[in-house]
């Protein structure tokens, strides 16, 4: 199967700076990526949706100046998250669109604890 | 909204079978999903089913769709202390998944 991977894997960082996420598909080219959150003990939440070349989608409530996500290569998306506070502590995962509802991969997560 | 909902907690014992539950709100989802996340990993998908079935199974899994009562379940039969982890169902009728709250499955000897 199709490996992406993400880095870092944990960060622990002090209020009010930023974080930044990489997501990597290893062996097939993405042209959208999924960005997840999920808080302890809760369910997985969108927060957004990117584009190759061009602006991501933000679900709503997902503030677009506080959680910004390039997509500048087919392999590599990004995702910081600025001016971090403790409510931003969350494990983040990212997902490639494969184009095949049977295909489904998975960034292994992010977990991100803020001070 | 869309809105999908799991049980909490299951505890089995080893060698039994284990059924998870999950019911969701979208009459229009075409595929609804099974997914397996261990401790501080991402999710790994399990299995799925297309929204015109009403059973499919997959080795030791065995999912089964009511699509008039919106209800979806995961059967593990022979559940083993593997098998110790969250499950989440989730539902999509585009690229967009919408997941369900997440069952914590633990198997005991």
């Known amino acids: 199967g199709a490996v992406v991977s993400q880095h870092p894997s944990w960060v622990i960082c002090k209020s009010g700076t930023s974080v930044k996420i990489e997501c990597r598909s290893l062996d097939f080219q993405a042209t959208t990526m999924f960005w997840y959150r999920q808080f302890p003990k809760q369910s997985l939440m969108l927060m957004a949706t990117?584009?190759?070349?061009?602006?991501?989608?933000?679900e709503q409530g997902v503030e677009k100046d506080k959680f910004l996500i390039n997509h500048a290569s087919l392999t590599l998306s990004t995702l910081t998250v600025t001016s971090a506070h403790p409510e931003d502590s969350s494990f983040y995962i990212c997902?490639?669109?494969?184009?095949?509802?049977?295909?489904?991969?998975f960034g292994p997560g992010t977990r991100l604890t803020v001070l | 909204g869309e809105d999908v909902e799991q049980s909490l907690f299951l505890s089995v014992r080893e060698g039994d079978s284990s059924v998870i539950n999950c019911t969701y709100t979208d009459s229009s989802s075409t595929y609804l999903y099974w997914y397996k996340q261990e401790p501080g990993a991402g999710l790994q998908l399990l299995t799925y089913?297309?929204?015109?079935?009403d059973m499919k199974q997959d080795q030791r899994l065995t999912v089964l769709l009511n699509k008039k009562d919106k209800h979806l379940s995961l059967r593990i039969a022979d559940t083993q202390t593997g098998d110790s982890a969250i499950y989440f169902c989730a539902e999509s009728n585009t690229d967009k998944l919408i997941f369900g709250t997440g069952t914590r499955l633990q198997v005991f000897p």
């Open positions: 990117s584009n190759e070349g061009s602006k991501a989608t933000y």
């Open positions: 997902r490639p669109e494969t184009g095949a509802h049977n295909e489904q991969f």
């Open positions: 089913i297309f929204s015109n079935m």
